[in-house]
């Protein structure tokens, strides 16, 4: 006995010593042979001789020694790996006769995952004995490792005992284990003020995600499946929304404002957060001329996290929460994890398509539909195959490889006819009822920056673009959860207004006409910032501002540019200060680069989405229409994080954003605007009105074009024929059929 208690306390004194794991490896290598089940049982009749009823702390210290030794053996790479993990159960149950739940509860269940891990390896007795014996010690730890009480804890035993079940196939045991954890992560985020600890929250536990949407699908729970994917996908533009309103109700009108400004500060950093890798921790106890130009790489969208700053803010709100003394008030507004009223969001002819591409590719992925059938939704899903969604993977990769070339323009509509074959489309499309005539689309991940309404499908006929098959429109939103908070989010009613910036830098020729041509549908009551007009002192001036705050329709005819290296840098070009001539010196400086090469500073001559989080306030907005590049793009994070100028608008206050996703033809687009509102003032729906534009703008001949010119927008003889000069740059018959033209622009929210 005392041979084997010297081996033991060996090990302790390195332990208690800070030697490295390298020096405690060379004990254990040391002794090797000696490791078995009668060390074990020495060791638990030693501990039994040790314990002392009248010294708690003695107890509990010896109870954590042996814990600890647990945990070495089970890991210990020499000897008989059966042997070890029996030393480790029978450590572990001495530990438990210290490490009560009525005593030391954490403790206890620190213990009990630790022994439903080592369960769950053992090599000797029967497997299901072994895992039916993990599973209730996992249980166990969870009773007191809860969302609420221990998130991070209830994460790893919650992942622990959904994998199992996982493995086991036994796919109620898997969803009870990973519904632990993904609420653990839920509560995480919420108790976590830094950005880039509630996005690595979140992407450190993207796999729960995937494998609890499959073991739902394996029980055909549909809507819990559905609900998971939702629950994974721009979380902190939801919490950014559900919060923006909250105001405490004690304080005064000035601590409002002061309050809201504080928030609007605060969720402009919440996007400009950076990823950072952070291993997992064990448990132990030791264009071409002529286009509205802009910047595109595609790219992981990071900026800097700008903490200090961030705290500072936090630290302001908190004073100022202090000095108002509203005990009544929840600074943290919980989103709650459900699923919408589909009854309310939707109508028996609106059908609903969300993807989920899991973090593992070996996955697959899935589209989910949902649609009304007697006022019930009915979900089902439509599941890619290991090897569907590889094609897609490379399919993104080589998407925009060549988009600073005309080449890509000249194969856009052969990749995104590529693009229909790999998502399946046609299959996922069929089985919807014919009744369906509106749809809505709820990418994920890259799927974002594609065109989806300018897929073909074939349904027994000839392929026709999805635009085609719903002839109540296509629109896009980030989520299930931020499309039904927009739908709900009151709107005060006021009078209508227009309010535009036309061609600020003074180069576009058809955005000036494009405006021109749109402002007589809302005269009188129009507030137009046009040519050198429309600098950022001017768009700031408090008269400007509050016109924003009134207008119903915001509509910016000018250049934009997606900055995928600094997100809140993406901007649309405002007048004043002439192009940076080579690129700048001061390593700060804020410049979006077009994609003819020039720089501008947007610190001087930009809208940025930092300045629209921070500054903007739009609650009367039905709709912001953004005619320039690249105004729908956004950054490609593993958490599908919605961060682009769309975003911004939508946090500022307007239900919806028309923006583009490439760099546009000046011309086209200018023709797709005035199109677009000559529909929209018959309807006043902003999806309705871009479908029928979009449909119109593919289809129309020259003659059709120039007909519509004289007599719908009522130009000059001389106005038309400048048009029919400039339709010679297009294809004769069909001037603008080609995706390229119509298709970029898409119709995000309501």
């Known amino acids: 006995m005392n041979e084997y208690l010297d081996i033991w306390l060996e090990i302790l004194e390195a332990k208690k010593r800070g030697l490295s794991g390298k020096a405690v490896y060379t004990i254990f290598q040391k002794y090797q042979d000696q490791l078995d089940l009668d060390f074990a049982e020495t060791l638990r009749q030693w501990f039994h001789s040790q314990l002392d ?108 005992l959904g994998n199992l079940g996982y493995d086991l196939q036994n796919w109620e045991i898997a969803i009870e284990g990973y519904d632990n954890a993904i609420r653990a992560v839920e509560q995480s985020r919420d108790w976590a003020t830094s950005p880039d600890t509630k996005r690595q929250i979140l992407e450190d536990a993207l796999p729960i995600y995937g494998k609890m949407i499959q073991a739902c699908l394996h029980l055909e729970r549909y809507d819990q499946a559905l609900l998971t994917v939702d629950r994974s996908k721009s979380r902190t533009l939801m919490e950014m929304l559900t919060s923006a309103d909250l105001v405490p109700k004690n304080a005064t009108p000035q601590q409002q404002d002061q309050y809201r400004q504080l928030n609007r500060e605060i969720a402009a950093l919440q996007q400009s957060f950076a990823p950072t890798e952070t291993p997992e921790a064990g448990e132990t106890e030791t264009p071409e001329a002529g286009e509205r130009r802009g910047h595109r790489d595609i790219a992981t969208a990071t900026d800097a996290p700008g903490t200090p700053q961030l705290k500072h803010l936090l630290q302001q709100r908190d004073r100022l929460l202090a000095q108002i003394n509203d005990p009544a ?25 969300e993807w989920y591409l899991p973090q593992d590719p070996n996955l697959g992925a899935w589209a989910f539909t949902v649609t009304l059938d007697q006022d019930r939704p009915h979900i089902d899903v439509y599941c890619y195959s290991a090897d569907q969604r590889q094609r897609l993977d490379q399919f993104n990769q080589t998407y925009f490889a060549d988009y600073r070339q005309a080449s890509w323009y000249q194969a856009l509509g052969d990749r995104l006819d590529d693009l229909t074959e790999y998502l ?59 499309l039904d908070y927009i739908h709900h989010r009151p709107q005060p009613a006021t009078p209508p207004q227009f309010f535009a910036v036309q061609n600020p830098t003074q180069d576009l020729n058809y955005a000036q006409m494009e405006v021109e041509f749109i402002r007589p549908y809302f005269d009188p009551n129009t507030y137009i910032l046009s040519r050198e007009a429309a600098t950022k002192s001017a768009l700031n001036r408090p008269e400007t ?22 997100p809140l840098n993406s901007a649309v070009i405002l007048a004043g200060y002439a192009p940076l001539e080579s690129a700048p010196t001061e390593e700060k400086r804020q410049t979006l680069t077009l994609r003819d090469g020039r720089r501008f500073d947007t610190a001087q001559q930009g809208l940025t989405l930092g300045e629209i989080y921070r500054n903007l306030e739009i609650p009367a907005c039905r709709l912001v229409m953004l005619s320039a590049c690249e105004t729908g793009l956004m950054g490609s994070l593993l958490t599908d994080e919605y961060i682009g100028l ?42 309705m009105a871009l479908h029928k534009a979009q449909n119109w703008l593919r289809g129309v001949s020259a003659a059709g074009f120039l007909e519509w010119c004289g007599q719908g927008l009522q130009m000059t003889e001389e106005e038309c024929e400048m048009i029919d000069l400039k339709l010679m740059d297009y294809d004769e018959g069909c001037p603008f059929g080609q995706r390229r033209y119509w298709s970029a622009f898409v119709a995000i929210g309501l």
């Open 424 to 482: 399946h489309l046609s299959d996922i499309i069929a089985p919807l009822p014919p009744t369906c005539q509106r749809l809505i689309l709820i990418p994920h991940l890259y799927l974002h920056l594609f065109p989806l309404h300018a897929l073909s499908v074939d349904l027994n006929a000839p392929a026709t673009p999805l635009l085609e098959r719903f002839s109540q429109g296509v629109s896009y939103a980030p989520s299930c959860q931020i």
């Open 646 to 687: 769309a975003s911004g608008f939508l946090y500022a206050g307007t239900p919806a954003v028309v923006s583009s996703l490439w760099c546009v033809d000046d011309f086209a687009t200018a023709c797709l605007a005035i199109r677009f509102y000559y529909e929209f003032r018959q309807d006043e729906r902003v999806v």
């Open 53 to 160: 009823p009248k010294k708690i702390r003695k107890n509990k210290d010896l109870a954590r020694n042996l814990h600890n030794f647990a945990i070495n053996i089970s890991d210990f790479p020499l000897g008989s790996r059966a042997n070890n993990l029996e030393i480790a159960i029978l450590a572990y149950q001495s530990a438990l006769e210290v490490r009560t739940r009525s005593a030391f509860p954490e403790d206890w269940a620190t213990t009990q995952n630790n022994l439903g891990n080592a369960y769950s390896d053992r090599i000797r007795g029967e497997r299901a004995d072994n895992m039916e014996e993990a599973i209730r010690r996992y249980e166990a730890a969870l009773e007191v490792r809860t969302p609420s009480s221990f998130p991070l804890d209830c994460l790893q035993t919650g992942r622990n």
């Open 329 to 353: 008030f929840n600074l943290l507004q919980n989103v709650r994890p459900q699923l919408p009223d589909f009854r309310q969001l939707l109508t028996p002819e609106t059908a609903l398509i």
């Open 545 to 566: 501002l509050e016109k924003l705050r009134e207008s119903h329709i915001i509509h910016f005819s000018c250049h934009g540019g997606f900055d995928s290296e600094k």
